[in-house]
C-alpha cells in the first residue's frame, strides 16, 4: 500500500501486507489469489477508511477455494494487521469463490457502512451476492443477508450472479 501525505504520495511511506503478516489470519498459499478483489472505505464509523481484501481461492477447512474477506483497519497510524478482521460464508464450500468482487457502500442509515461481497461459484455457479452489516465494532455476519438473480426476478442458473461489483 502506498500512503497518501500533504505532500502527495510518496516512495517513503508505504507498507506491504500479506497473509503472513502479524496479526493477519491465515497463511499464504499457492493460488489463493490475496487481492483479487479490494476496496476501501470507513466501514467502522472511526474516521479512517478500513482496506478490505477479497481472497477468492482461500482454503476453509477442507474447502478448497472456498474464499474470504479480510478487513484491514485504519487509524492514525496505518493499516496493519494487529486489528484485522475475517468474513467468511455461513457455509464455505468448495469452489465457492466467496469474494470474487466486493465493494464498500451504505445500503441503510442504520450502518457507518456495509460490505457487498459475492460468490459467484455459489450454488454450482448460479452465484449470490451477500451484505454484511457495519458498526463501530466493524462488519458482522449477524444481520448479514443475501440475494440472487432470482431476487430480482432475473434467470438464475448458472447465472455466476456476482461476478462482478462495482462501486
Not at 144 to 157: F, I, M, N
Amino acid at each position: 500500500m502506498q500512503y497518501d501525505s500533504s505532500r502527495g504520495i510518496t516512495t517513503g511511506n508505504r507498507a506491504v501486507i500479506h497473509q503472513d503478516s502479524a496479526g493477519v489470519p491465515g497463511a499464504t498459499e499457492a493460488g489463493d489469489a490475496f487481492g483479487k478483489a479490494l476496496a476501501s472505505g470507513d466501514l467502522d464509523a472511526d474516521g479512517y477508511d478500513d482496506a478490505i481484501v477479497g481472497i477468492p481461492r482461500e482454503d476453509i477447512g477442507t474447502a478448497a477455494d472456498a474464499g474470504g474477506i479480510l478487513v484491514l483497519r485504519g487509524s492514525a497510524q496505518c493499516l496493519d494487521g494487529a486489528a484485522s478482521q475475517w468474513l467468511e460464508s455461513s457455509a464455505p464450500t468448495a469452489g465457492e469463490t466467496f469474494v470474487a468482487g466486493l465493494a464498500a457502500a451504505r445500503f441503510t442509515a442504520d450502518t457507518p457502512g456495509d460490505l457487498p461481497a459475492s460468490a459467484p461459484g455459489e450454488n454450482t455457479d448460479d452465484g449470490v451476492v451477500w451484505v454484511f452489516p457495519s458498526g463501530s465494532g466493524g462488519d458482522t455476519a449477524a444481520g448479514s443477508w443475501t440475494y440472487d438473480g432470482g431476487s430480482l426476478g432475473a434467470p438464475v442458473t448458472d447465472a455466476l450472479y456476482g461476478a462482478a461489483i462495482d462501486d
